[in-house]
């Protein structure tokens, strides 16, 4: 079997991942067009990933969320000034794992985080995890992530 290498005209040859040219010479080449021939079909390539998003700052990520209704306004603003944690968030951060040791544990981190974060990576876990107690689809969030982006 082959795959399509996306804005090539080459092909991959699936049993080696040998990257094929298209020269008429090439007996690689010669087999794949005899491999058509037949009635086959190459694979296409996978889907490009989407694109990265911005990380957002601080005050883009409060707003955000006051815009989502997650927050209220004056914990906005408490939010993005000295760096208290809104409740609703506070709520979700303590589902985490945590312990009594000192050491670092997923809700030590995550609310070290969020209380000094100056900007948000749509990639770091803690975005995974708010996502997830909101309920909101990875669709949705990149949509709200992209509009953030621009506040």
Known sequence: MYSRISNYSGIIRDADSAV???????????????????????T????????ALPAITDRQFGEGLWREKLISFAEYLAFVGPGT???????????LDDDDTGNPTPRKVALGLVTGAQTYAFDNS?????????????DYL????AEWAQL
Request: aromatic letters at 8%.
């Open 126 to 138: 803690l975005v995974d995890v708010v996502r997830q107690a909101q309920g909101w689809s990875e």
């Open 44 to 51: 296409d390539p996978p889907a490009a990933p989407p694109p």
């Open 142 to 145: 990149r949509e709200r992530w």
């Open 20 to 42: 094929i040219p298209p020269d008429p010479d090439n007996r690689d080449w010669q087999a794949y067009q005899g491999w058509l021939a037949e009635g086959n079909k190459a």
């Open 85 to 95: 944690v809104p409740p609703p968030l506070l709520a979700i951060i303590n589902t």
